[in-house]
């Protein structure tokens, strides 16, 4: 069954930087597409990048040019590098499969209502 755990969150200030981690179980990455995810409190899981099985990615406005996703596929860990962190980035942000087709995983098509199973998440402090 598949098994997600993400870490690497923390407090930073405005500015820096941090690398999420997502350590994955029980699917592949070349079969699925994977998407990064943040929440905050009273309001819905929004997803803010994603790689498609061929290894495509993409990113909603508000991170383009910030955060940076990839996978190693050897290691079965996703990353979110995140750069120039700003406040508006506070959130819980997760990692989660879904098996939706390559022009399905890209904005502005991919929603989180196409993902089913989530880690614990990793809370992200600026």
């Known amino acids: 069954h598949v098994q997600l755990v993400e870490s690497g969150g923390g407090e930073v200030q405005a500015g820096g930087s941090l690398r999420l981690s997502c350590v994955v179980s029980g699917y592949f990455f070349s079969k699925y597409c994977t998407g990064w995810f943040r929440q905050v409190p009273g309001k819905e899981r929004e997803v803010i990048a994603s790689?498609?099985?061929?290894?495509?990615?993409s990113y909603t406005d508000s991170i383009k040019g910030r955060f940076s996703a990839s996978n190693d596929a050897a290691k079965n860990i996703a990353y979110l590098q995140m750069n120039n962190l700003i406040p508006e980035d506070t959130a819980e942000y997760y990692c989660?499969?879904?098996?939706?087709?390559?022009?399905?995983?890209?904005?502005?098509?991919?929603?989180?209502?196409?993902?089913?199973?989530w880690g614990q998440g990793t809370q992200v402090t600026v």
């Open positions: 790689i498609d099985r061929d290894g495509r990615t």
């Open positions: 989660a499969p879904s098996s939706i087709p390559p022009e399905g995983c890209k904005f502005p098509y991919v929603g989180a209502d196409e993902f089913n199973y």
